[in-house]
T-cell receptor, first 115, second 110 residues
Framework: EPEVTQTPSHQVTQMGQEVILRCVPI?????FYWYRQILGQKVEFLVS????????KSEIFDDQFSVERPDGSNFTLKIRSTKLEDSAMYFC?????????????FGDGTRLSIL | RKEVEQDPGPFNVPEGATVAFNCTYS??????FFWYRQDCRKEPKLLMS???SGNEDGRFTAQLNRASQYISLLIRDSKLSDSATYLC???????????FGSGTQLTVLP
């Protein structure tokens, strides 16, 4: 069964550095999402992406965050200047289209640790 | 009021027990509903979608009550391998993003 893949599995970065998290969504899917989960807290929506642009974003997704799909396969999340509170698991998800009941399937996540 | 609320537990039950989790959501315009299972430090994995008429998948039964805005998950004959955190998720918003509850922790004891 096709799956969403994410790299790296674990990223350790100094505070203030830029970090790029990568995702390869399921082939032929059209809608892409990033979520994050701070340790011990719930999974939170960050941003959705469709047709090469952001379709919706949460309050968490401020100017320090950006997303792009540079080559038609990778879907990346960039954090420009990381803060300690960015430490979390980051999950990517995708769906084929906007069918009413399509569940999202998640990649196995990137653990981001900010020192 | 939180958008999606769950009892955090923990629920500690013996093998073979039946256990039920509830989840309430605040947005009456919510469109679709799911239960996910999450093991420690892993990604959420889809357990089942929840349909208006209720649906069953083996030992798992999900129900939706739109009038009262809650969904439920029933696990029968629980196994040790059912130990996990169960996340309720609701689709809201034009981009169909998921809003998750905080999860209910289940431990099945031998």
């Amino acid at each position: 069964e096709p799956e969403v893949t994410q790299t790296p599995s674990h990223q350790v970065t100094q505070m203030g550095q830029e970090v790029i998290l990568r995702c390869v969504p399921i082939s032929n899917h059209l809608y892409f999402y990033w979520y994050r989960q701070i340790l011990g807290q719930k999974v939170e929506f960050l941003v959705s992406f469709y047709n090469n642009e952001i379709s919706e974003k949460s309050e968490i997704f401020d100017d320090q965050f950006s997303v792009e799909r540079p080559d038609g396969s990778n879907f990346t999340l960039k954090i420009r200047s990381t803060k300690l509170e960015d430490s979390a698991m980051y999950f990517c998800a995708s769906i084929p289209g906007q069918g009413a009941s399509q569940p999202q399937h998640f990649g196995d996540g990137t653990r981001l640790s900010i020192l | 009021r939180k958008e999606v609320e769950q009892d955090p537990g923990p629920f500690n039950v013996p093998e073979g027990a039946t256990v039920a989790f509830n989840c309430t959501y605040s947005n009456s315009a919510s469109q679709s509903f799911f239960w996910y299972r999450q093991d420690c430090r892993k990604e959420p994995k889809l357990l089942m979608s929840v349909y208006s008429s209720g649906n069953e998948d083996g030992r798992f039964t999900a129900q939706l009550n739109r009038a009262s805005q809650y969904i439920s998950l029933l696990i029968r004959d629980s196994k040790l391998s059912d130990s996990a955190t169960y996340l309720c998720a609701v689709i809201q918003g034009s981009a169909r993003q998921l809003t998750f509850g905080s999860g209910t922790q289940l431990t099945v004891l031998p």
